[in-house]
Every structure is written in structure tokens, then in C-alpha cells.
């Protein structure tokens, strides 16, 4: 994974490197993009090197910005559009500038994120299932966006500054012109998807959340960055394809990360909506959910099963959901374990006497809520304990940054 990574870095470095390059090779970089048409209003690049590479920055960043927050953008993008073009060729916008399209988007949105900026203080158990809405949103959102607006665009940029091989072109000639949008289109759905897995990590630790500041905080915060970075790159093309760049980059970093957090906000929206958490557990049904901090070798919202193997706690999983199967242990002979009762996910937790308290080391889907008694009987525990109290400010931000954590934490209990 590091190396996938590190060659990605690589051939974003790269693009990002031709500007320059080109300044020095090419007299026509002197040529200004054209300004915007009288019948769209639109910005229209002329076919100079340097109108090519503002072509691409103008759509690599807008890609960025609409990966933020695809509810968002794709209804800022959809009236920009509409209000910036001629009242004579509005019909032959896109689909999604049509204004019942881009209205009912930022309807959406402005509805779900209120709870978060005008009920900060309202209890986030009152708020849960307009938090999970939430999250449905945006990951529809992400798809429609991913698939039919991104390409779409792409495309008709390349069209308009004639990147597109023409028609009577024998197919030979023809294969050369097209890998260059086609390539540019993979571009920038690879990006989509690696910046949206990272800010959407964040609504699904907005989920799990007990805290309605937290919650808040982390609305209020991924909203200054999106206007920020919307208005630096309205700036200039320049600004924007950097700032592109640098978000890219760090959200390919933490990928794992945001996948993982991804996986378990996904899990946590099907079993809400299905209501799994009502459903009696089957004859050999296995217990499944996350590991914590304290599994040696794993990290942390690792998806996988875990079981009782004598004096050990067994997790198993599958990296990246398909790699073939590992297992971590954990030795419990001589330590209080416990299944621990919450709000929405039940947890296995161990006392840790060097603390003198007890650390969660697996939190459950959502499907065993209600069935703390059973896990404790499957997995041998010694008792069931009532949920974690959270209170205060402080202790939120500590959950948060516990939250944050990537990698797997020593052991409190041993490890083998």
C-alpha cells in the first residue's frame, strides 16, 4: 500500500511540475485564457499550453471542492452554472444545473447540517438519526457526483479545447488522442474518491460521537476549510491546483484511515435502517464489529469477528475486506473482562490495573446493541457493566482525539 502511495505521490509531483516546464519550452504561454463567452458566461480556455494546463487546473480543483462535500457541491456548482450562463442557452446545461436539481441539493444540505450549527447544545441522542441521514446523503451524493458529473466535466473540457480525436480520424490515429482524456478522467475520479473517503471519515465519526460540541466542531471546521479553499482557488488556477495537490496527497496518507472509518460508518447506516439490533442473534452466529487500540498489530476500526480461544481473545480479519484472513491475540488469564453496555455499540473491555480503569479493546456493530448478556456468555467474560458516562468538554475532545488515532497502541494486558 505504501508503495501504491508513494507512486501516486509521485505522478501528482509531477503534474504539478509541467507548469514550469512548460513556461520554459513554450513562446505561446505569453497567450492569457480567454475570457468568458458572451452566450455561457463560462470561462473558455483557448488551445495554448497554457490555456491547457488552466483547463486542467480549473477542473482538477473544482474536483477537489466538490469531493469535500458532493451534497454541497454539486448543488454550488450546478447554480453557479445556471445563473453565470445566458437566459437563451440554460436548457442546454447540464443535468444538474437544472434549478429544481441544484435547489433541492442545497435544500438537503442546509437542512441536515443545521442540527449541528443551530442545536449544538440538544442532546446527540435526539439528533442520531438526522446524523445517519446525514451520512446517507453525502455517500449518494459521492456516487452521483463520482459517476455522472466528474467524467461528464472532464469530458466536456477536453472538448472544448479540442483534445477530443476527431471523426475522421482512422482508428489507429484515433487511440493516441483519447488515452489523453481518458487518463485525465481516471485522474480525477481516483482523486474524487481518495478526498472523499477522507472528509467523509469524518461524518461517520460524527455517528459514533455522544457529543453534540464534537459534532459541531467538526461541521463548523470541515466548512471553513471547504469556503477557504473555494475561494483561494477562485483566486487563481494556480492557487487552486497547488492547494489540490497538498489535499491529495495528505488524504492518499491516510487512506487506510479514512477506509476503515468508511467501512464502519457504512455498517453502522445498514443496521440502523434495517433495524438489526432488534433481531435475536442465531444458533453460531458470529460476534463482529472493530478493534481498538490494544489488538498488537492491527488498527484501529480494523473490521473483523472476534471469539475466545481458552485464555485468549482471538480477533480475526481481512485487510482491505478481501486480503487473506489474520488473527491478533490477547491474553485475558489473569484480567477482569467485561461486556460493556452503550448507547449504540456494545464493547469488550479490559481492566487495566497500571491505569487503574477499563480500556475498550473491540466495539460491536450496531447489530448487538441489545445483547451485551449473550456476549458475555459467548466470550466467557467475567461480567456486564453499564455504558461510559461522557461528560463535559473536555473529556469529548479526549474521546476525539482517542478517535484520531491510526495506529495500534500497545497492549494493556500483555501481548504474544
Known amino acids: 500500500m505504501k508503495r501504491k502511495i508513494c507512486l501516486f505521490t509521485a505522478s501528482l509531483m509531477m503534474l504539478a511540475g ?55 457541491g454539486m448543488g454550488v456548482l450546478g447554480a453557479w452554472k445556471y445563473y453565470k450562463s445566458d437566459e437563451m442557452y440554460r436548457n442546454s446545461l447540464p ?77 489507429p490515429m484515433a487511440m493516441a488522442p483519447i488515452l489523453v482524456p481518458v487518463l485525465v478522467t481516471v485522474a480525477a475520479v481516483v482523486s474524487f474518491v481518495v478526498v472523499w473517503f477522507a472528509f467523509n471519515a469524518l461524518s461517520s465519526i460524527k455517528i459514533l460521537s455522544p457529543s453534540s460540541f464534537i459534532n459541531s466542531a467538526i461541521s463548523v471546521c470541515k466548512g471553513a476549510v471547504i469556503t477557504v479553499f473555494a475561494a483561494l482557488a477562485a483566486l487563481n ?83 482491505w475486506l478481501f486480503l487473506p484472513s489474520k488473527r491478533s491475540r490477547i491474553s485475558v488469564a489473569e484480567t477482569d473482562t467485561a461486556a460493556r453496555k452503550g448507547l449504540f455499540l456494545p464493547s469488550v473491555t479490559l481492566r487495566d490495573r497500571q491505569m487503574e480503569r477499563d480500556v475498550s479493546v473491540f466495539d460491536f456493530r450496531l447489530r448487538y446493541r441489545s445483547h451485551a448478556e449473550e456476549i458475555q456468555n459467548k466470550l466467557q467474560l467475567n461480567e456486564v457493566k453499564p455504558n461510559f458516562v461522557l461528560g463535559g468538554i473536555r473529556a469529548s475532545w479526549e474521546w476525539f482525539k482517542d478517535q484520531l488515532k491510526r495506529g495500534a497502541a500497545f497492549s494493556p494486558v500483555g501481548q504474544q
Open 237 to 319: 488556477p494556480w492557487v487552486g491546483l497547488i492547494l489540490s495537490l497538498a489535499i491529495v496527497i495528505t488524504c492518499a496518507f491516510i487512506f487506510g484511515w479514512a477506509f476503515r472509518w468508511n467501512v464502519f460508518g457504512t455498517l453502522f447506516v445498514k443496521d440502523f435502517f434495517t433495524a438489526a439490533f432488534n433481531k435475536p442473534l442465531t444458533e453460531g452466529e458470529e460476534l463482529k464489529g472493530f478493534s481498538t487500540r490494544f489488538f498488537p498489530g492491527v488498527k484501529t476500526r480494523t473490521y473483523g469477528r472476534i471469539t475466545r480461544e481458552g485464555d485468549e481473545l482471538v480477533f480475526r480479519w481481512k485487510p
Open 18 to 72: 509541467m507548469p514550469p516546464a512548460l513556461a520554459q519550452e513554450s513562446p505561446e504561454l505569453e497567450t492569457s485564457p480567454v475570457p468568458q463567452t458572451e452566450e455561457t458566461g463560462e470561462t473558455q480556455f483557448n488551445e495554448s499550453a497554457f490555456g491547457v494546463i488552466a483547463a486542467f487546473s480549473h477542473t482538477f480543483s473544482s474536483t477537489t471542492g466538490i469531493a469535500m462535500s458532493p451534497l454541497l
Open 95 to 171: 443535468w444538474y444545473s437544472k434549478p429544481w436539481v441544484w435547489s433541492i441539493c442545497l435544500g438537503i444540505f442546509l437542512l441536515l447540517k443545521s442540527k449541528d450549527t443551530l442545536g449544538a447544545w440538544i442532546p446527540e441522542m435526539v439528533k442520531k438519526p438526522i446524523t445517519v441521514l446525514d451520512d446517507v446523503a453525502e455517500k449518494a451524493s459521492a456516487l452521483i457526483v463520482a459517476l455522472a458529473v466528474v467524467p461528464p466535466a472532464v469530458w466536456a473540457e477536453m472538448e472544448k479545447l479540442n483534445l477530443l480525436p476527431d471523426d475522421s480520424a482512422t482508428a
